[in-house]
């Protein structure tokens, strides 16, 4: 099964790396031996050729808007896509260097009020938008970075991974996960890495690390998805405990793959300062993925050790094991996901696949 190449787009903005914050040992915890349930098929969005208002360019980001909407970010097009549960779709933004226009976008989110984040690197700032799409200036600005990724946890601040740059007798890049109440300073750091240039291994480092959080504020870090290690931080940054799996085995990578995805991911980095040489892709399939938390407050990961389907461990918010998921017919289409309180939502981001947005459910019964 091909997995893809998510890890591209941290060229510009650049992904986080996370180390724990805690000087204790956490509690670990593992699960094995519970039900699994189907995932099912609710709604899908997106056309093979059409207008442009049904057709998307690239999904490199989604999510719902609490009005039930849902946000597809949509590199190509420089535009979010807004798909309203009922009436005609819409656009927000546009490219361009004006007030609300963008540039360079990295990503967004939608805080509980509805109102739109977009992060735009080029244009150093994160700019705010009605639920409807008019601007409403910017949640803040700052003078070299913005965040790469971007998680709500209450009416007026975010959890983001921002990339830091020390400049000095030797080059210090830092990459961490940060709170940010309207102010491009971090009111609090969960977890930070730091490299000396010149870094080659930074890419690599980086394709492996994870983020997410909920509307409560707490994080979820995975620091090397290479090891089922999940990482629980409290919303003042405490490490709380360690959700471990270690019966999951990784998949090896096809010479095809290997050769692909070095090819892929050099021909994005050439218009990368940053970028030095030296990339060489993991061997091995990521073993997990961090697709997000539900209205009940379970963690929903992805693992990646299984050819048939999309396989997903869901742990409450005690960090106990609550039930599997799989979603079927899939198998060969590389997909993203995102879940939130507001729903489960699938992206296509297959290169062979035309972009797709998919809203899922969690069936009843036990698959067989």
């Not at 009005?67 to 597809?72: A, E, K, T, Y």
């Not at 700019?127 to 946890?153: C, E, K």
Request: charge should be negative.
């Amino acid at each position: 099964m091909k997995r893809g190449h998510l890890f591209p787009a941290i060229l510009g903005g650049m992904l986080l790396s996370l180390s724990c914050g805690s000087s204790s040992e956490p509690e670990r915890i593992t699960g094995a031996g519970i039900p699994e349930y189907g995932l099912g098929v609710v709604d899908s969005f997106g056309v093979e050729t059409g207008d442009s208002l049904h057709m998307i360019g690239s999904i490199n980001g989604l999510c719902f808007s609490p009005d039930g909407s849902i946000l597809v970010f949509d590199r190509a097009a420089m535009r979010i896509r807004v798909i309203p549960g009922q009436g005609e779709p819409f656009l927000v933004g546009r490219e361009g260097a004006g007030p609300g226009e963008f540039l360079r976008p990295q990503s967004m989110c939608a805080l509980p009020g509805g109102t739109i984040l977009v992060s735009d690197e080029m244009k150093q700032a994160v700019m705010a938008f009605s639920p409807s799409g008019t601007y409403l200036g910017d949640y803040f600005t700052t003078d070299r970075y913005v965040p790469y990724r971007m998680f709500p946890v209450d009416s007026a601040s975010i959890v983001g991974t921002m990339l830091d740059l020390e400049m000095g007798d030797q080059i210090i890049f830092t990459f961490y996960t940060g709170r940010f109440d309207a102010d491009s300073a971090p009111a609090v750091r969960y977890s930070a890495l730091q490299w000396e240039w010149p870094c080659p291994e930074i890419y690599t480092e980086i394709e492996m690390s994870d983020v997410a959080a909920d509307p409560g504020g707490r994080v979820f870090t995975v620091r090397d998805n290479s090891a089922y290690l999940v990482s629980v931080f409290s919303p003042a940054g405490e490490e709380m405990f360690v959700i471990e799996n270690p019966d999951v085995a990784r998949l090896p990578k096809t010479p095809e793959e290997l050769e692909e995805e070095t090819e892929h991911f050099e021909s994005r980095a050439r218009n990368d300062q940053a970028y030095t040489g030296g990339y060489e892709p993991c061997p091995f399939h990521r073993l997990i993925s961090l697709a997000g938390v539900d209205a009940e407050g379970n963690l929903w990961i992805e693992r990646h050790d299984r050819e048939d389907g999309h396989h997903f461990d869901v742990w409450d918010s005690s960090g106990n094991p609550a039930h599997t998921a799989r979603l079927a017919g899939y198998d060969d289409v590389d997909m993203w996901f995102s879940v939130s309180s507001y729903g489960m939502l699938a992206a296509v981001v297959d290169e062979d696949h035309f972009p797709r947005v998919y809203t899922l459910e969690l069936l009843d019964g036990e698959s067989q």
